[in-house]
């Protein structure tokens, strides 16, 4: 059995806003998260834009400081860590975004890009040992070795998302968060990125979190996944549990959504009312409810506990204790 790489627990990040209607309030964009990766494991997390998902990934990376809760990365509480003590761990948790364009400096070749984490660490002694490791970066991501002393603007989305993820390994990270790292490519590139990111988990050994609104592209990679809604998680299950046997009436919607790659097969697409609600203003009790077609009175009032309803299957839903206690 692996170790938890990572674990987080009751993780807020409550940014202070002052609104007309409620003076000084708060958007709990995480609002007490709590979960863990072992590792060598991809854990996806879906849900609409606004569910916190990239403020989680941003925040675990401690790319903004966490209002409270904790965060523990290889048995190291690193939660309320500063600049100069976040430079080692840097090393082991590393980020791959979603605009592969605007997160690489235009100004720099790709040498640069990809050597820059390895000089900031002091990894290498010589210049030529950098070198070295650059092209040998870029041939595992599937680009040649003259690319080097190209910028970004010479390439391809794909490409240019590719060197993100060069610079990325650079370091020989264990945890790489990757937020969106698909969404802006084309659907043909998709799965070609996708696929080099199952393959450099296999050699390097690397534990993912892979965050996306897109439930198809997280089934292809994850081993387990989270469902997100307003700041919190609503479902978490192995991945085959959560695709075959989805329980939240949120994952529900979101999976029946999804287009059937067999055209003669009959759509069930569940429809959800109105818009996921301001964080700002979340509702009272459970926050799916304004939009959860079995809401019933206790969901008004109550926030669902976390219920266990299979082997690695965690639900937050009132209809879960129900039929547990029936
Ligand atoms: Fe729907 Fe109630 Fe379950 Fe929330 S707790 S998802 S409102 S049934």
Redesign the pocket.
């Known amino acids: 059995m692996s170790k938890n790489l990572l674990e987080v627990k009751e993780l807020k990040q409550y940014y202070p806003v002052h609104t007309k209607e409620q003076g000084k309030t708060f958007v709990r964009a995480l609002d007490g998260v709590s979960f863990e990766v072992k590792e060598g494991e991809t854990l996806g997390i879906v849900g609409e834009s606004g569910c916190g998902k990239s403020t989680m990934g941003l925040t675990v990376c401690k790319l903004i400081e966490p209002t409270s809760g904790a965060i523990i990365l290889d048995d190291e509480d690193i939660t309320f860590y500063r600049r100069k003590q976040m430079r080692d761990i840097r090393k082991k948790i590393q980020m791959v975004f979603q605009d592969p364009y605007a997160s690489l400096n235009p100004r720099m070749s790709v040498r640069d890009i990809i050597a820059e984490p390895m000089i900031i660490h002091k990894m290498y002694k010589t210049d030529k040992e950098i070198d070295q490791r650059v092209i040998e970066l870029l041939r595992q991501v599937g680009l040649d070795d003259y690319h080097a002393k190209r910028y970004p603007h010479e390439f391809s989305g794909g490409q240019r998302q590719r060197i993100g993820v060069a610079r990325a390994l650079a370091v020989e990270p264990k945890l790489i968060i990757a937020d969106e790292p698909v969404s802006a490519l084309d659907v043909s590139i998709q799965s070609q990125v996708l696929n080099l990111l199952c393959d450099l988990r296999e050699q390097y050994h690397l534990t993912y979190i892979f965050i996306s609104h897109d439930l198809s592209v997280v089934e292809h990679i994850s081993d387990r996944v989270g469902v997100m809604y307003l700041g919190n998680f609503v479902e978490m299950a192995d991945k085959e549990s959560l695709y075959k046997n989805p329980t939240?009436?949120?994952t529900q919607a979101l999976l029946s959504a999804v287009p059937s790659p067999d055209p003669t097969k009959k759509s069930n697409k569940i429809i959800l009312e109105g818009n996921i609600p301001s964080p700002i203003n979340a509702p009272k009790g459970?926050k799916?409810?304004p939009r959860?077609r079995?809401?019933?009175d206790i969901?008004k009032e109550v926030a669902?506990e976390k219920t266990q309803v299979g082997e690695n299957h965690y639900v937050y839903?009132?209809?879960c204790n129900q039929n547990q206690s029936e």
């Open positions: 939240h009436p949120y459970c799916f409810h959860c079995f809401c019933m969901c669902p839903c009132h209809l």
